[in-house]
T-cell receptor
Framework: SQKIEQNSEALNIQEGKTATLTCNYT??????LQWYRQDPGRGPVFLLL?????KEKRKERLKVTFDTTLKQSLFHITASQPADSATYLC??????????FGAGTRLAVHP | DTEVTQTPKHLVMGMTNKKSLKCEQH?????MYWYKQKAKKPPELMFV???????INESVPSRFSPECPNSSLLNLHLHALQPEDSALYLC???????????????FGDGTRLSIL
């Protein structure tokens, strides 16, 4: 069955460093992958969508890579700030009208 | 503020009560979704509406009954819920009606539901 894996342990980093989060998937051949941010008590917020032929996409301090051979996406936040602390979810298509979310990785950026 | 508005923000109900959750968006989106999210878990899809028609029901128990009165509104009617149904219920929308899995979804901040 289709499976999405994100590091369930929290990622703690120092302000100013680059945070790198991983999303691995199995039994999938997705044409695209999405990343969302979720703060406690709030709904997820869309960040980036990357297609299989894009390899890399950037938005301000965010960068996403998509390696269909490794079946992996990496999500980078450069020059991280305490305000970047949140849970980051990757999501893959589970059909024409469905998104399947990974369990998310909690990021804590310390001053 | 999110562009998808959910009411109420919190709801406490007994197992014999009937209540409804409401979701509204005015972005002209043609697909709308209900998700259930338990603590420290990802959102789990419940229902998808495309062009105001139910297109996906993820085998949700009949005590949850969705309704899409028009393209801007989505309701979730609740009846005879169980304590394990306590969760954050999220509504989302996306621009095109079909297919939707290649589009960003816009989420509301959810209704925190507690079943006594």
């Amino acid at each position: 069955s289709q499976k999405i894996e994100q590091n369930s342990e929290a990622l703690n980093i120092q302000e100013g460093k680059t945070a790198t989060l991983t999303c691995n998937y199995t039994n999938y051949s997705p044409a695209y992958l999405q990343w969302y941010r979720q703060d406690p008590g709030r709904g997820p917020v869309f960040l980036l969508l990357i297609r299989e032929n894009e390899k890399e996409k950037r938005k301000e301090r965010l960068k996403v890579t998509f390696d269909t051979t490794l079946k992996q996406s990496l999500f980078h936040i450069t020059a991280s700030q305490p305000a970047d602390s949140a849970t980051y979810l990757c999501a893959l298509p589970g059909g024409y009208n469905k998104l399947i979310f990974g369990a998310g990785t909690r990021l804590a950026v310390h001053p | 503020d999110t562009e998808v508005t959910q009411t109420p923000k919190h709801l406490v109900m007994g197992m014999t009560n009937k209540k409804s959750l409401k979701c509204e968006q005015h972005m002209g989106h043609r697909a709308m979704y209900w998700y259930k999210q338990k603590a420290k878990k990802p959102p789990e899809l419940m229902f998808v509406y495309s062009y105001e028609k139910l297109s996906i029901n993820e085998s949700v128990p009949s005590r949850f009954s969705p309704e899409c009165p028009n393209s801007s509104l989505l309701n979730l009617h609740l009846h005879a819920l169980q304590p394990e149904d306590s969760a954050l219920y999220l509504c989302a929308s996306s621009q095109a009606g079909f297919p939707t899995s290649n589009q960003p979804q816009h989420f509301g901040d959810g209704t925190r539901l507690s079943i006594l």
